[in-house]
């Protein structure tokens, strides 16, 4: 992939984002997982963080904040979104790019 082109993969998606964005960390400092979904325009990428649980075993809330990145199949530009549902962070994905054109 040639540098700023816009990618044709998933992967190449990942690897824009890793270029540009500190790589999200888990509690233990191990790097998070990246996952991408695709979509007609763009790809959303996103970190994965296991549940979390406290002392006895119960599921604990995620901790507030984070954000999702998406990245253009047009033209390369990476945008940060709200930690939101896929589809939801999507949808708002789309509503900001109709206001700015």
Known sequence: MAPNSPPTTPD?????????????????????????QEFDIGYLVY???????????RPQP??????????????GETVTVPNYPTEQA????????AQNT
């Open 90 to 97: 999507i949808a708002l994905y789309r509503k900001n790019l």
């Open 47 to 57: 970190a994965v963080f296991p549940p979390s649980v406290d002392a006895s075993g």
């Open 12 to 36: 190449e998606a990942v690897q824009i984002v890793r270029a540009r964005y500190a790589q999200p960390k888990l509690p233990d400092g191990t790097p998070a997982e990246l996952n991408v």
């Open 62 to 75: 995620a901790p507030p904040g984070g954000a999702k990145i998406v990245v253009s199949k047009e033209t």
